[in-house]
């Protein structure tokens, strides 16, 4: 019954800005840690960031000071503040909801961000 729903890619130039955003539903929003990942063709899925119920943020290193991870609990909403892209950002995000009961992680299908040079 968990859906996650992501939305907000496209194609943008180096240098420029997106904004992704993630509808949870059938669960426990606002109780459960919250995450962004990616994955480019032929590469792991690698984790972008996380956000705890009550804010508490972690990044990757690659990731920091370029994204901002946030949350509207009363709106069930994640979002992925995306500023300065690379071309090496390219990659499908996916959200993630980490189960406050059962610990298992539940996955959206998933948003296209391509950056172009």
């Known amino acids: 019954q968990v859906q996650l729903v992501e939305s907000g890619g496209g194609l943008v130039q180096v240098g420029g800005s997106l904004r992704l955003s993630c509808a949870a539903s059938?669960?426990?929003?606002?109780?459960?840690?919250m995450g962004w990942h990616r994955q480019a063709p032929g590469k792991e899925r690698e984790l972008v960031a996380t956000?705890?119920?009550?804010?508490?943020?972690n990044y990757a290193e690659s990731m920091k000071g370029r994204f901002t991870i946030s949350r509207d609990n009363a709106k069930n909403m994640l979002h992925l503040q995306m500023n300065s892209l690379k071309p090496e950002d390219t990659a499908v995000y996916y959200c993630?909801?980490?189960?406050?009961?059962?610990?298992?992680?539940?996955w959206g299908q998933g948003t296209q961000v391509t950056v172009s040079s």
């Open positions: 059938g669960t426990r929003f606002s109780i459960s840690t």
């Open positions: 993630n909801l980490k189960g406050y009961y059962t610990r298992r992680d539940y």
């Open positions: 956000i705890t119920p009550s804010g508490s943020t």
